[in-house]
């Protein structure tokens, strides 16, 4: 069982005379996988290839197949059901998604960020983790601490490393206010009692007496004892307005109790970080924190709610755990923030703090995908990459490896209630175009789970967040409205074609470190008018080429915005780096007999190509 005190944790003892895994050089070399535990896998899968690459045919769980596409929702009962299972755990693994590595290799994954691990409040089905109840402890519905040990392990010996998703910000509803559920006034209110096993407020609030409440440990309260104090809680309310300070850095995160991370000052209305002095609870937190780090020998974190975080405490953890993995020897251990509120708040947050990155949640993933699907104009896209105003430098230097890009996620914050995935609205088409611009562009791509298996999020109801959390091991609530089957289907058409980008983005490494230019186009008939394709009559149905130069190696992409046409366009290249009567080769197409065929640099715009695009294709040469 865990420990039930910071004070039983030894950091000594499980980082003495211990070789962990180190840091990579450079993150933006990394492909990262974002996938719920809850949501993953289960492990009962039958019929698909284990970490070594062998047949598996022993598990209960057959691979979907078109026909089970909405097996679930034949009737209004059973479509009910089929929404119901989505709110509640499904049952995922942490030994499932060990077993499902090896999947995730194949694809050309590099990172695997778990969400929240830690148990959770035993009353709320928080599924997703963001409702720790013991920072201490594995949530039994995943597992064990063993369980996760072991999948770090053997992520390890395939090449993988494992960013854990960890909360600062809040804990979950341990605590139940006198006045119910109040709105933050900018007032402190009273509570009535922490909250036992079965949710109800029953117990002190204040340090549990485990010897009148021998009940206590491990399910009800908060552990460890350290955050059992009211100071360890802000205990000022719900948030209403997200965008004002200081309501979104001290209210709760709804449900969710704010803790109180340290005393600020504050002089028209900014914090002055330099004079933050931290709380106990934070220094608390810090502990927790390290312990998992050393316990499983975790690469990286993923900061929930940054934005919600005082930045003299965002500054302290990072400094701490930085200090802490670099004298493990994780000299680059990565902090990547969740930052909403736009990217220049992002980008000022990461200057403030040394936070590593953050998440493109804001302009980044709305524009990459409304490019793709020829509704935003390609400019707009790359134009957020151009980041001068901020950094007084040319545009790559944010970018590269501050900020994780991504198709879709568990949140889609952007969306309100009715949210979706990209291939949402008969998009599937267009899906592995949009992967590849993502796999190509500047920045450390993320996949979230599914995406590569086509995964909508449809459904309906009143709140979306459950339909973009489908199970990839099928269960009660599988993707694309069915049950009883597993997605775990590398013979699918666009797991395989990124897995050859992905492969082929490891070997050339202006794809993964080079500067990044869009590249105006002419018709194939034209060849002297140039400029950036634009959406026309509400749809842009356009080639999109854009160069990765670094050094004086130029490797030049592209994709098709038409679904049902292939596109042929002169498109621009490096005046510089190439002279007429040189060539480029076709390093990957989605049109297999591309491959391997040139193109001759002819003397127009500068210096120009001649290429085609096969209908919601990506082409590449180099």
Not at 354 to 374: H, T
Not at 382 to 397: A, E
Not at 565 to 591: E, K, M, P, W
Request: aromatic share 12%.
């Amino acid at each position: 069982m865990a420990e039930k005190s910071l004070r039983e944790i030894d950091l000594h003892a499980l980082t003495a005379n211990r070789s962990f895994f180190p840091s990579p050089d450079h993150w933006e070399d990394q492909v990262i996988y974002f996938l719920m535990v809850d949501r993953f896998s289960d492990g009962k899968e039958n019929q698909f290839r284990d970490n070594q690459g062998n047949p598996v045919t022993t598990g209960t769980t057959p691979p979907f197949d078109p026909s089970a596409n909405g097996n679930a929702v034949g009737t209004d009962a059973d479509a009910a059901r089929w929404r119901d299972a989505g709110k509640v755990f499904v049952g995922g693994k942490l030994a499932g998604v060990e077993s499902k590595l090896g999947y995730l290799k194949r694809l050309g994954v590099t990172a695997v960020w778990l969400s929240p691990i830690f148990k959770q409040v035993n009353a709320d089905n928080t599924y997703h983790g963001y409702g720790i109840q013991h920072f201490l402890d594995v949530d039994p519905h995943f597992g064990s601490r063993d369980d996760l040990r072991r999948l770090v392990q053997t992520a390890h010996s395939l090449g993988i490393r494992v960013i854990l998703d960890i909360i600062l910000n809040h804990c979950g509803d341990v605590f139940r206010y006198v006045a119910g559920d109040p709105s933050w006034n900018g007032q402190k209110f009273d509570v009535r009692a922490f909250r036992d096993a079965q949710g109800n407020p029953t117990l002190p609030f204040g340090p549990v007496d485990l010897a009148a409440h021998p009940d206590a440990f491990p399910d009800a309260a908060i552990w460890p004892l350290e955050f059992q104090t009211s100071d360890a809680f802000t205990r000022e309310g719900h948030i209403n307005n997200f965008d004002f300070f200081p309501e979104f850095s001290d209210g709760d995160f709804f449900s969710l109790k704010d803790m109180h991370h340290g005393v600020r000052d504050i002089e028209n209305g900014v914090e002055q970080i330099d004079s933050y002095t931290v709380s106990p609870t934070m220094l608390g937190l810090c502990e927790a924190y390290k312990f998992w780090i050393a316990f499983a020998d975790i690469d990286g974190f993923r900061l929930d709610t940054a934005k919600h975080l005082d930045a003299g405490a965002s500054r302290y953890f990072a400094s701490v755990i930085h200090e802490f993995t670099e004298a493990m020897g994780k000299d680059n251990f990565y902090i990547i923030a969740e930052v909403t509120g736009g990217r220049d708040f992002a980008f000022e947050r990461l200057q403030e703090t040394g936070l590593d990155a953050a998440l493109g949640i804001s302009d980044e993933r709305a524009k990459m995908d409304g490019l793709v699907k020829g509704e935003v104009n390609p400019a707009d896209y790359f134009d957020l990459f151009r980041n001068s105003l901020q950094v007084q430098k040319d545009s790559h230097i944010w970018f590269r490896d501050k900020i994780v890009t991504s198709v879709d996620d568990h949140d889609h914050v952007d969306q309100g209630d009715q949210k979706h995935r990209f291939c949402a609205g008969g998009y599937q088409k267009l899906a592995l175009a949009v992967m590849a611009l993502n796999a190509t562009t500047l920045g450390i791509p993320c996949i979230y789970y599914g995406t590569e298996q086509l995964f909508d999020g449809q459904g309906s109801g009143d709140f979306g967040d459950r339909y973009i959390r489908e199970a990839m091991f099928g269960g009660e609530f599988g993707a694309f409205r069915s049950r009883g089957r597993h997605f775990f289907l590398e013979d699918q058409n666009a797991y395989k074609e990124l897995a050859k980008i992905h492969k082929l983005r490891s070997s050339l490494l202006p794809l993964r470190r080079g500067r990044q230019y869009l590249r105006p186009i002419s018709g194939p008939g034209d060849g002297v008018n140039f400029g950036y394709p634009q959406v026309l009559g509400g749809r842009m149905l356009s080639v999109v080429a854009w160069s990765r130069v670094f050094n004086d190696n130029e490797v030049l992409c592209a994709i098709n915005t038409d679904p049902d046409n292939a596109r042929t366009a002169f498109v621009t290249i490096d005046n510089d780096l190439h002279g007429a009567g040189s060539s480029l080769t076709c390093l990957y197409s989605t049109n297999p007999s591309q491959i391997g065929r040139t193109l001759a640099v002819e003397a127009r715009n500068g210096k120009a190509v001649s290429l085609t695009v096969p209908p919601a294709g990506f082409v590449v040469y180099g």
